[in-house]
Structures are given as structure tokens and as C-alpha cells.
């Protein structure tokens, strides 16, 4: 039997019967011509506009890219749907030339939207939104040129084909799969690029995959919206999509809240209702809606819901139970130990920042199953290793080989998949995630479904999501003590726990190798103690390999089986702790005559 989690089992049948009936209703209603036509003309505004906020909220509120164009991209939906209706198919060949071309519409959206996601994958905020604009630019300038649509005078010909009861069943359909694609895999991977992009690659999250199929998501349903709009107007022109459209969708979006399906809904229906209600003050009420939100930036800026979600949007898988996981830790040990011997071989590693060389001619070989030691001043090229490693600097010189294959080239991403994790000096977590989905962010390539499975919450999802990922987590946060807090959301945690859980986020990603920046800075005796007793374990119970960057001497002492002491770039030895602790140069560098680091430059 399927058991659903917790709290959604009637309440899903409920939305399911609402839904029902909201739709049946609408058809009645529209039918019989039993409320105002003007009424009904809103309603369908009302509609559309929650397709278009939820679906710019996708790209601005969840993903955190700032998006100004979103018109853009409704026009390309509304052109295509209305070329399609008119010019190809007469709208009285039969019923289903409605549903085609507004699809057609969703459809060349999307398209275009691959184009716009390209540049995401390098630019941020105020570029990325100076992208979106000019897209939304040129969109208006080319159709303005284009005769057979009607160039700068507009479009029409097309039938009111958009009812009551098709806005109804296009707004449902657009919220459920929206809400789908967030509650995933591939919508965790969108958070996660919200929430920190260089963490997000670092637990495997593949960003630019992500961002395409956001972008394509999001642009989809805005084309969606177009084509809903052009067959309600019956006439549209390059005007019609300018920025003052894309003003009013990014007003709606924030005016509800950032990052959350139910704001979409409450800013669409709220600045839909009052810019109709406000029309009696004519072209002023264009001033007091901005101005409302200028109040709104200032005493709530997140919008009305920011970030909070009416729990029957939430989560969702399946549960399956009484069926055997592959435990985890099992798996991790036997692929362990297929792996034994030499894991790691860096061979004259160098790195120069402009003038400066941070690493030079670095050498090691890491065998499996081994805890390392990387010691050194502040300022000696530490972190620069890491980072050199996991993919986030392209060496001036010299090669990282991981299981005898090159990874130095590789992208962030692709290197944690090869099975190497890390964590950050300054800890890196997704802070307004729960620690659940942070550990979740690190299972991104173990799941084996896609994102259209997510958007129709196929078998495949329910079972992936129900069984694998969710015993996985929980196995994982209640064998590192974090149980209690699966629901915290990652910020609220108190200092040592952050570490933790960033150690658990990086076990997730299945990784052999697991590469630790100083994971005791900050941490008192007590606290440095138990996390010592937590890598052992986590040597000993997932056989990984471990390279850690300490100051703790007693620390690295305690736990290293090999040191490599660096300074100036330079590895000035290499050896057992006790070598390292009776070496000259060492004392002279880092150590001091008391055999305490003395950290030189702090
Ligand atoms: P450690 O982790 O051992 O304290 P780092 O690897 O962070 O040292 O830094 C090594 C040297 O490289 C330092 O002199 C530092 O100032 C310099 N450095 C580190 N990152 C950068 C950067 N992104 N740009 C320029 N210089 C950098
Ligand atoms: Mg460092």
C-alpha cells in the first residue's frame, strides 16, 4: 500500500475536488452568462496574471536572477499562438486548435528563452537584467518590422477563443506544474543558486542545466500567458509587451513575495483587482501602484508571503515504505574499496594571482582510506589548493589526477561528480533552506528522474523522491546528530552544528575524497574535540579519504596519518606528525620553539 507523507494525503484530495469544482463552476457561470461580463473580463486578467507572476517568480523569487524582460517573452507566446489560430489553422477547424496554439505559443517562448538563459550562465543581477531588457527590446523592435504580422499598427483576426473556464484550467495546470518543478530535484538545484551558486557547484549542482531549464520553465508558461492574452484582446501589437508590461509582472511578483507560489497568487489578484478599481483616478492610478510598492520595498521588502509557502503548496513525494534502500553506507564502502590504492596524484601544481604566486610547484600523492594534513600560515596557499582541486582556478601550471583520470579542467561540478566534495573556510550553506534540503542540494546527481518526471510527478519521481532521497537524508542527519533540527532552516543553527551540517551537505554527494578548509576555526576545545571524533568516524564508517587545512595542532596531530606543511606557496615539508613537529623550517615558519602554531599574520 502507498502511504503520502504526513500532512497532505486528504488535503490533496481536497485541492483535487476544489479544483473539480472550481472548474465545473466556471463553465456553468460562463455558459449562462450568470456574472457581469466586466467581472469576468477581470477574472480572466486575474488568471493570466498569476501565470505570468509565477512564472517571472521562478527566475527572480527561487532563483534570485533579477529578470526585467518577462514580456518578452509573452509576446513570442502571443505572436505564435495568434499566427498558429490565424494564419495556419482558421480557429473554426476544430476545438483543439485553441489548446495547440496557445502550447505553440509556450512552446517558441520557451525556444527563445534558451537564447537568454546562454548569457545567465556567466552574468548576474544587474547584467543579467540589462540582457532581459534589451530581449525584451529587440522583441518589440522585430515584430514592429514584420509586415505579416501587422508590423507597428498590431495583430488581429484572432476569435475570443480565451473563456472563463480555459483561463481556469491553464491558471491550475501552470500553478501545479510550477510548483512541481520547485518542490524537486531540479528545484532545489534553482534554490541552491539562490541561496549560494559557488556552494550549489560544489555539492554537484550542474548550474547551468539548472538555469536553462528554468529559464525554459519560466518562459514557457510566459508564452503560455501570451497566447491566453492575445485571443482575449483579440488584438495585439508590439505595444501591447513593452517594458511598462514587464514593470507591471516584476510590481506583481514583489508585491506578493519573492520565492513563493502563494505571493504570486495574492500580488497577481490583489494588483489585478485594484488596478481596476483604482481606474476611476485615470492616468494617476499608474503612479500610486508604483508608489505602493516603493512603500512596500520599504517596510516589507520580501512582498507579502516572502519566502513562506501555504503548506498545500508544499512538498509531496510518495512514500513508499517496507522496501530496502541500498544503504548508503554500505555502498559508500564498496565503492571504497574497488577504488584502493592511489586516489590522488597532483603533480607541480603552481597558481599565480597576477604577480603573486600562491602555489608553486606543488606535489602529492593521496592514497584511500588516508586522513592528510595541509598546515601553514595564513596567506601560504592553503585554500588556493582546494580551490585548485575542486575546479574553481584553472592552474597557471600542472595537473590534478583523480583515480588516475585528469580533472584539472573540469568544471566545479563535474569534478564532485567524479567523487571529490569540499567545504568552505567561510561556511557556504543554502541559509534559508531547511537543513533537510541542504543535505538534499547534496544528493543532485543521485537522483534518476528527470524534470518533466518532477512537473508530472511520475512514478519515477514518487518513487526516487519517497524512497531514496528522503531514507537517505534521514539516515544521514540522524547518524551526525541533526535530526532535531530537519526542519530548521540552515541559518537558525548555532555555530558548531553549521559546520556539521556542511560536512553531512558534502557527504550527500557520495564522495570519495572529502576536502575539509579548516572545519574547527571558530570551534571551542569541546567542540573541536567531537569534531574530531566525527571525521574518524566518518573515515571509518564511509572508508573516505580526508584532506583537512588546520591551525588546531592538536587537531591535525591527532588525526593526520601525513603532513604537508606549506608557506609562501612553497611545501616546506612533508612527513608524519611527528617529523612535522621536530622540523626546523616548520618551527621556524608556523610553529614557534613552543610547537604551537602561532598563525604569523594574525
Ligand atoms: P591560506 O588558505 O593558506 O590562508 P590562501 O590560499 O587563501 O591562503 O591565499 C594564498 C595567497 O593568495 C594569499 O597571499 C592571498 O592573499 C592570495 N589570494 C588568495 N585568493 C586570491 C584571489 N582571489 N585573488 C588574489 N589573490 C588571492
Ligand atoms: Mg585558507
Redesign the pocket.
Known amino acids: 500500500m502507498r502511504i503520502h507523507t504526513d500532512y497532505l494525503t486528504s488535503r490533496r484530495w481536497l485541492l483535487f475536488v476544489l479544483t473539480g469544482v472550481g472548474f465545473i463552476a466556471t463553465v456553468i457561470v460562463s455558459r449562462f452568462g450568470l456574472i457581469d461580463q466586466y467581472v469576468e473580463l477581470v477574472a480572466m486578467y486575474v488568471g493570466i496574471n498569476i501565470i505570468l507572476a509565477l512564472s517571472l517568480n521562478l527566475v527572480n523569487g527561487y532563483m534570485g536572477e533579477f529578470s526585467v524582460g518577462h514580456a518578452g517573452f509573452m509576446a513570442v507566446g502571443a505572436y505564435g499562438a495568434s499566427i498558429l489560430s490565424v494564419k495556419v489553422f482558421s480557429s473554426s477547424a476544430g476545438v483543439w486548435v485553441f489548446p495547440l496554439a496557445v502550447i505553440t505559443g509556450g512552446v517558441m517562448a520557451a525556444l527563445a528563452a534558451v537564447v537568454v538563459a546562454i548569457p545567465s550562465f556567466k552574468t548576474r543581477g544587474d547584467y543579467l537584467a540589462i540582457v532581459t531588457l534589451s530581449f525584451n527590446m529587440i522583441v518589440k523592435s522585430v515584430l514592429e518590422n514584420i509586415d505579416a504580422v501587422g508590423g507597428p499598427r498590431g495583430f488581429l483576426g484572432m476569435e475570443k477563443l480565451t473563456t472563463l473556464p480555459w483561463t481556469f484550467a491553464w491558471t491550475v495546470v501552470s500553478v501545479w506544474a510550477i510548483r512541481n518543478f520547485v518542490y524537486s530535484n531540479i528545484g532545489r538545484g534553482v534554490l541552491s543558486i539562490r541561496e549560494d551558486e559557488t556552494a550549489g557547484a560544489a555539492m554537484g549542482v550542474d548550474t547551468r542545466k539548472v538555469k536553462l531549464h528554468a529559464f525554459v520553465v519560466s518562459s514557457f508558461f510566459a508564452g503560455v500567458a501570451g497566447g491566453l492574452y492575445a485571443h482575449l484582446l483579440q488584438f495585439i501589437s508590439p505595444r501591447t509587451f513593452d517594458i511598462i508590461k514587464s514593470t507591471e509582472i516584476l510590481i506583481m511578483v514583489y508585491l506578493g513575495g519573492v520565492g513563493s507560489i502563494a505571493g504570486s497568487i495574492t500580488g497577481a489578484v490583489i494588483y489585478t483587482v485594484l488596478i481596476e478599481v483604482l481606474r476611476v483616478l485615470g492616468q494617476w492610478r499608474m503612479v500610486i501602484m508604483p508608489l505602493l510598492l516603493v512603500l512596500l520595498m520599504i517596510f516589507r521588502p520580501k512582498g507579502i508571503f516572502g519566502f513562506m509557502e501555504f503548506r498545500w503548496f508544499e512538498p509531496v513525494a510518495r512514500k513508499k515504505k517496507d522496501e530496502a534502500v541500498v544503504p548508503y553506507r554500505a555502498a559508500a564502502r564498496e565503492q571504497a574499496r574497488e577504488q584502493a590504492g592511489e586516489l590522488l596524484a597532483i603533480n607541480g601544481l603552481t597558481?599565480y594571482?597576477?604577480g603573486?604566486c600562491?602555489?608553486s610547484d606543488f606535489n602529492l600523492r593521496l592514497n584511500s582510506g588516508q586522513i592528510m594534513g595541509?598546515i601553514?600560515?595564513?596567506?601560504?596557499?592553503?585554500?588556493?589548493?582546494?580551490?585548485l582541486i575542486s575546479g574553481y582556478?584553472r592552474p597557471t601550471q600542472g595537473s590534478v589526477l583523480f583515480n588516475g583520470a585528469e580533472i584539472t579542467r573540469m568544471r566545479p561540478n563535474e569534478i564532485n561528480s567524479c567523487g571529490i566534495a569540499r567545504t568552505f573556510?567561510n561556511i557556504r550553506l543554502f541559509n534559508n533552506l531547511t537543513v533537510t534540503d541542504n543535505v538534499k542540494v547534496g544528493m543532485f546527481n543521485s537522483v534518476n528522474y528527470n524534470a518533466a518526471d518532477a512537473m508530472l510527478r511520475t512514478r519515477r519521481f514518487n518513487d526516487c523522491e519517497g524512497k531514496e532521497v528522503s531514507e537517505c537524508v534521514r539516515m544521514l542527519l540522524e547518524l551526525f546528530a541533526l535530526d532535531k533540527y530537519a526542519s530548521e532552516a540552515a541559518k537558525n543553527l548555532p555555530y558548531g552544528l553549521k559546520r556539521r551540517l556542511e560536512i553531512v551537505r558534502a557527504l550527500a554527494t557520495r564522495p570519495q575524497l572529502l576536502l575539509l578548509?579548516?572545519p574547527a576555526a571558530g570551534m571551542n576545545p569541546s567542540e573541536t574535540g567531537a569534531l574530531m571524533e566525527l571525521v574518524h568516524r566518518i573515515r571509518d564508517e564511509f572508508e573516505l579519504t580526508i584532506m583537512v587545512?588546520e591551525h588546531h595542532m592538536s587537531f591535525i596531530m591527532g588525526l593526520c596519518q601525513r603532513i604537508q606543511v606549506?608557506d609562501?606557496?612553497v611545501t616546506i615539508a612533508a612527513g608524519a606528525p611527528d617529523e612535522i613537529k621536530s622540523d626546523k623550517k616548520v618551527i621556524e615558519a608556523y610553529l614557534g620553539s613552543s610547537g604551537v602554531s602561532t598563525r604569523r599574520d594574525k
Do not use: C, R
Request: net charge negative; glycine share 18%; hydrophobic share 35%.
Open positions: 597558481h594571482f597576477g603573486l600562491a602555489l595541509i601553514g600560515p595564513n596567506g601560504s596557499g592553503k585554500t588556493t589548493l582546494f580551490n582556478y573556510q578548509d579548516e587545512i606549506l609562501f606557496g
